[in-house]
Structures are given as C-alpha cells and as structure tokens.
C-alpha cells in the first residue's frame, strides 16, 4: 500500500500545523473534529513480535534517536514484551476500565495493537484533539467539540456511511445514522451539533424527555476537556470475516433492536490516558515533519 501525506517543507506548507494551533493561528470560529476508535488498523502492516514493532518504529519516524524511541515505548509499554497472540478473543475496549487501545481491539493485541494505536493517535486522533483544543484556548465565543465514532471495527473511514448513507448502513441503524447526520447538520447550520433528545435517544423509539449527551453536545475545554463517545446497543452481533484481524473475523451489532449511544467522557483520560500521549506526540513535532 502507497499513500502520501503532507510535509511540512517550509515553502507550500510554511508551519507545521500542530504548532500554527499552539501559536494561536487559526481561521474560523467553531470547531467539531472526529476520529474513529481504530484509526490506524488499515495503514499498519503485520506486525507480531516487539521486534517487529521497534523496527517499524525506527521506519516511520526516521528522524528519532534511540531515546526518543524508548520514550515512545513508555507511553506505549509492552510489559512482558509478548508476541501477538492469535488465539486470543479480540473485542472492542470500552476507553474507561479494563485493557485499553493501549493493547487491545476487535482487530488485534500485542503489538500489532500497539502499532495500531501509535499510527491512529499520530495521525487523526490527537491531531482531532488539538484542533479541538484550538479554539478553547482562545477563548471568547470560540467552540470547539470533540467526538470519537466507535462502532466496531472504527476503521479509518468507517464513518462515512454515517453521514452520507441513506439508509444508513446495517451496523450503524437508522437512528444512529439520523443523529450523526443532523449533529453535522446542526454543527454547519447553528454553530452547535446538539441535537433534540428524542433524535439523540433514538427516533424511532426515543423518549423526547430522557436526558441525553448529544442533546446538550459538551464543549471541549482546557478545564474540562470532554468528547462524545458515539456507540450502538442492542441488535444482534453478526460475525464479519475480515482480513485485516489475527482473528480472522470480528463481530457487529445489527438488525432488529438495534439503538444508539451517545456518552460524554473526559478525553484526556480517555484509553488509558490518551489527552497525555497527545500531549508526548505534541512535544516530538519537528521530528515529524508531516
């Protein structure tokens, strides 16, 4: 697989864009950035031993000394540095107790999940946070709102249905899939992405009065640094055969019964700490120069 992404060469693309937000250099007003939960699972090759992973670690950040790579391997242990396990039930963390992204996914463990986690948390997710996090130290009547779609897999891309499918497709549900649609919608046309309780707790069969985290959308503050976790319940789970998990398969929720779930949760403690390997990813900037 061959893909490109943006250097900072200091002619076309003058800053790198991480520090342009720091120094406060930014368009606009308002901000809803979004990542999906298993982001770098499709741009990571196989990777099964910690062997493997230190040697794709010196290929994709080739600007790093041996320290800075150990320094990686801190915010990224692997603690009994064990092998992929192919054997292993994989299932989808739930970002607050137990194994986190850190380790574990509906697609792999070890460190082929460490692999993942590092490419998606470099790539879109902290760069979804720090554009966020950009307008919140602005202050004033700047916004910015931080989301993380997480229905398994969350492959980069597997949003999209979201927002453009109609119907929306079978792992996502129609209910789920008229929320995000209108949080978008609401977002570009009021400046807010809330949405009404009884779209956010599920239109079909939602109650206009339970409170509901997408109905009163929390900002993203340096205080209180909150994201919508955006997930399904219910239905039935429907095995996938899929190529790109150890497993070989993973499972979705679908059909009948099928119903969303929209959560508010810290973003900075969220996946064993995320908003601080944001921070560590932030301090190593020009030494990534994308």
């Known amino acids: 697989m061959g893909f490109f992404l943006p250097v900072t060469d200091g002619k076309l693309i003058q800053q790198l864009p991480s520090q342009q937000l720091l120094k406060r250099q930014v368009n ?20 099964r031993t910690q062997a493997d992973l230190l040697s794709w670690l010196h290929l994709t950040f080739p600007l790093f000394s041996e320290a800075d790579i150990s320094k ?30 850190l380790n574990e996914s509906d697609l792999a463990n070890g ?46 891309g597997a949003d999209v249905g979201g927002y453009f499918a109609t119907p929306a497709p079978a792992y996502m549900g129609a209910d789920f899939g008229l929320a995000f649609m209108q949080m ?31 109905a009163n959308f929390p900002e993203f503050t340096f205080d209180n640094p909150m994201l919508l976790n955006m997930n399904t319940t219910g239905g039935t789970p429907t095995r996938i055969n899929s190529t790109s ?39 190593m900037a020009t030494l990534v120069p994308e």
């Open 111 to 156: 460190p082929q999940q460490i692999a993942d986690n590092i490419y998606s948390e470099t790539t879109f997710t902290c760069p979804s946070y720090w554009l966020a996090a950009s307008q919140a130290q602005r202050g004033g009547d700047r916004a910015g709102y931080k989301y993380q779609f997480s229905i398994p897999p969350s492959t980069h």
């Open 245 to 283: 998990s150890f497993s070989g398969f993973y499972y979705q929720l679908q059909g009948p019964g099928l119903e969303p779930v929209f959560e508010a949760v810290n973003a900075y403690t969220w996946e064993g700490g995320r908003g601080t390997r944001c921070d560590f990813w932030l301090s």
């Open 184 to 214: 978008w919608g609401n977002f570009i046309m009021n400046d807010n992405p809330s949405v009404s309780n009884l779209v956010a707790n599920g239109n079909s069969t939602g109650n206009a009065t339970a409170s509901n985290a997408l």
């Open 28 to 47: 606009g007003l308002r901000v809803l950035s979004g990542d999906n939960a298993n982001e770098g699972a499709s741009f990571v090759p196989r990777i």
């Open 72 to 101: 990686v391997l801190l915010y990224y242990p692997n603690p009994t540095n064990a092998s992929v396990d192919p054997t292993a039930i994989l299932y989808s963390t739930n970002g607050l107790t137990g194994l986190t992204a």
